[in-house]
């Protein structure tokens, strides 16, 4: 019993304290008579001596009074709440030779899950098949009482723009099937860009489509002389028809709808317009039709490297004629026909490299030389549009760089191309001109208040969603057109 015995050395402790300092009092001086018989006698403990003192050991503690100094026990630990299941969202990319089922299979989604699923997509399908590199939108859902095997709350696909196919599960464990069409509304947006090298790459590069700058181009090279005139740092605006999901996602790229070429002494400005009956083409503002019988130039060249006329061959070393010009351009370039005609001869041409004639009428032809490659389809006896793209820049046969050599004949000989010149065609007249008017006041007005195409990136799609999507602001609509 460890307390009565703590409890008995600390009575002795303060025994023995009480006894010295009595033996302290009793050293002090003695008072005179007078002062004595004032005060009190003082309390003399000198004589008390540790046997005079009775200890008197404490009671014992018993048993209950002892668990009172016990440690509480703590409260056995309460069982740990489950975890709670994770969520996550997966991309999928549907390979050759996959289907969906494989691919559940492949993640352990169990058997009877990913049977389901695949019923439920190919009830959407029908007959139809997903094609290679699809990609497959899951949320899954990984469960605590099986972590090795997880639970697909939700599958998308959207093999078309317009199309999305989504498979949801539901409360019972089963999958409901939804295929969600999405409206498609045009959008005009603009393209505000600084010339930096090729007019084409600098239009890429600020987000218009290929196939819209080259029909820019296309449409400016009848009056613009790209060599002398196209300068670096010009500044030039495009305006593009996008074609749009109703969730945002940008399912063409834009068609070119007008466009304009800030040069040093003037502006050029091309409208696309269909007359009644007609086809689509480009106008000036004054509607008259950009086509001329031919293009000033053939391409969208960086700079003109040779004029025609006699001059010192830089590979063979002597004076010759050069009968035709060269323009200096990278390797890829596209070369355009500069004039409706058939193919006449391509292939190789000995020092010409890889060359193509045209023949436009019976004493006028245009060749090109030294191309990298032909354009699609082009071949003897085909005939070609103006403008059509017929070969790229390279520098096959005697070539000393990346340039297009271009050739212009009339009735069999070499004549200089730049001195050609070349009437405009129709005009827009009757009805037509009124519609053209109005039509070129909207897109003029557009060119310059038009949302710029880097502000209406295109949204992802919706995914795992069975709520309708929400119908974009009116867009703008070219009228009339």
């Known amino acids: 019993m460890i307390w009565p015995v703590l409890g008995a050395i600390g009575l002795i402790a303060g025994t023995l304290f009480l006894a010295l300092g009595g033996l302290l009092v009793t050293q002090r001086p003695i008072p005179d008579v007078e002062t004595a018989q004032a005060e ?16 008197t050991p404490p009671p014992p503690l018993s048993q209950d009074e002892f668990k009172g100094f016990q440690m509480k026990q703590p409260d056995p630990a309460a069982d740990p709440e489950p975890p709670a299941s994770d969520r996550y969202e997966l991309t999928l990319r549907l390979e050759r030779g996959d289907t969906v089922e494989k691919m559940l299979a492949d993640i352990d989604v169990p058997e009877v899950d990913r049977k389901q699923i695949a019923e439920r997509l190919q009830s959407l399908l029908k007959k139809k098949k997903l094609p290679a590199g699809e990609t497959i939108e899951l949320m899954m859902q990984t469960m605590p009482e099986q972590p090795d095997a997880p639970r697909v709350l939700s599958l998308s696909v959207r093999p078309q723009p317009e199309r999305e196919y989504i498979i949801q599960r539901q409360d019972d464990g089963s999958y409901d099937a939804e295929e969600k069409i999405y409206k ?74 007008a466009g304009e070429l800030r040069l040093l002494k003037r502006t050029v ?33 960086s700079k003109l490297t040779s004029r025609f006329g006699m001059r010192q061959h830089p590979i063979l070393g002597f004076s010759a004629l050069h009968a035709g010009v060269d323009f200096g351009a990278a390797s890829g370039t596209p070369i355009l ?14 020092g ?37 793209v017929i070969g790229f820049v390279g520098s096959t046969g005697m070539s000393t760089g990346p340039h297009l050599h271009y050739e212009f004949h009339r009735g069999g000989r070499a004549v200089n191309p730049l001195a050609q010149k070349f009437a405009m065609r129709a005009a827009v007249g009757g009805k037509d001109l009124t519609r053209f008017q109005a039509l070129s006041r909207q897109y003029l007005n557009q060119m310059k208040n038009a949302p710029a195409v880097a502000d209406v990136k295109a949204k992802p799609p919706q995914q795992k969603t069975s709520q309708a999507p929400r119908e974009p602001a009116t867009p703008q609509v070219a009228k009339g057109d």
Request: proline share 6%; no cysteine.
């Open 40 to 55: 009190p006698p003082p309390l003399v403990l000198a004589s008390l001596t540790l046997a005079d003192i009775e200890l």
């Open 184 to 257: 498609i509304s045009p959008r005009i947006v603009r393209v505000e860009a600084e010339r930096n090298g090729s007019l084409q790459q600098s239009g890429i590069k600020a987000g218009a489509p290929s196939a819209a700058m080259v029909d820019f181009i296309r449409a400016l090279s009848f009056d613009v002389d790209f060599q002398r005139e196209l300068k670096e740092g010009q500044k030039f605006t495009v305006l593009l028809e996008q074609l749009v999901t109703s969730d945002g996602l940008v399912t063409h790229p834009g068609r070119l709808l």
């Open 269 to 301: 400005t091309v409208i696309r317009f269909r007359p009644q009956g007609g086809a689509d083409g480009f106008y000036n503002p004054q509607g008259e039709s950009v086509v001329r019988s031919f293009l000033r130039t053939p391409m969208d060249a």
């Open 337 to 350: 026909a500069a004039g409706t005609g058939k193919v006449a001869m391509a292939g190789y041409n000995g």
């Open 352 to 388: 010409y490299g890889l060359y193509v004639k045209l023949q436009h009428t019976h004493d006028v032809a245009t060749a090109y030389a030294h191309m990298s490659r032909l354009g699609p389809g082009i071949k003897p006896g085909v005939s070609v549009r103006q403008g059509q």
